[in-house]
């Protein structure tokens, strides 16, 4: 069994910052990639940036350059660093890990971004 659990969100006013982290735990052998989504009130939920186990990255036009992901395989733990954040990055944000041909998600962490 495997869980997903994100943690770092809160309130933050526009131009701050927040990390926000996601840690992968129970029968883990190997991660493959690892990615965040989020949902904002009354939307589908979206890409955001994803991480493969060589550290390849991708992510969203509309935040690149303002979030960087990186992962640290030892403790099976993926983050995203936040800058310059917008009223409009309001949501919650889930991480996934993909192990196994299975995609595990968490329950997510709400980040609000205040004008």
């Known amino acids: 069994q495997v869980q997903v659990m994100e943690s770092g969100g809160g309130l933050v006013q526009a131009g701050g910052s927040l990390r926000l982290s996601c840690a992968a735990s129970?029968?883990?052998?190997?991660?493959?990639?690892m990615a965040w989504y989020r949902q904002a009130p009354g939307k589908q939920r979206e890409f955001v940036a994803r991480?493969?186990?060589?550290?390849?990255?991708m992510y969203a036009v509309s935040v690149k350059g303002r979030f960087t992901i990186s992962r640290d395989n030892a403790e099976n733990t993926v983050y995203l660093q936040m800058n310059s954040l917008k009223p409009e990055d309001t949501a919650v944000y889930y991480c996934?890990?993909?192990?196994?041909?299975?995609?595990?998600w968490g329950k997510g962490t709400l980040v609000t971004v205040s004008s």
């Open positions: 996934n890990a993909f192990i196994r041909f299975n995609l595990y």
């Open positions: 129970g029968s883990i052998f190997n991660i493959n990639a």
């Open positions: 991480i493969s186990s060589g550290n390849s990255t």
